[in-house]
């Protein structure tokens, strides 16, 4: 952003501001007899300190989600509903088309008992199942993390390793390629088959081309989506009218 668009943008933030205290007073004036709209602040992304999140042009992020400070998202991923992604006292990288889904948290370490400083490192082509929990750990290209799993301090899930649904694993585990792990806490379970191994590219694939839908439909006005509904309504009646 050159000067002319960091001015432009100073403009338009107290612009906004500026209609905000104004509301506030109109509504303070009007006593008990105004009625008061809840707007959210929410902000997807959040600078901390001098740690600004970077967010590829084509990556989906969810209007709930919260990607803050030193967090990089690569191409075709995906940040769905209600995750939170901090990067305050260390930083998070995530690879391309990888899908972090609903919920999930992804954190940092920045001290822990055996004094490491740990980043959390997504590859590329993950799936990480809804309401996990990242935290300082290492998932490689193209492995899965199952829903409610929890992944500590040091773990590392190699290439093609699976880590099942509600999984605990513990601090610096290392979980080899080609097996699933699960389990509180998590142990090794099995080999994956080929199926398997295959079937985690396809689950990166279709959240692929599904937050490229949810990225379509959140861009547009909620007046438009809402006609678009009545329209397709209006549409099956005159169907069925016809058969």
Known sequence: MGTLGRAAYTVG??????????????SRLQGNNFFKEQLSRHRPLMNVYDKVPVVAKDAFVAPSASIIGDVQVGAGSSIWYGCVLRGDVNSISI????NIQDHSLVHVAKSNLPGKVLPTVIGDN????????????????EAFVGMKATLLDGVVVEKHGMVAAGALVRQDTRIPSGEVWGGNPARFLRKLTNEEIA??????ANYNSLAQVHATQNAKPFDKTEFLKVLQKKTNEARTLLH
Do not use: K
């Open 13 to 26: 933030f107290w612009i906004r501001e500026t209609g905000q205290a104004m509301d506030r007073l109109g």
């Open 95 to 98: 690879g391309s088309g990888t």
């Open 199 to 204: 079937f985690i590219s396809e689950s990166a």
């Open 126 to 141: 993950v799936t990480v199942g809804h309401s996990a929990v990242l935290h300082g750990c290492t998932v490689e290209d």
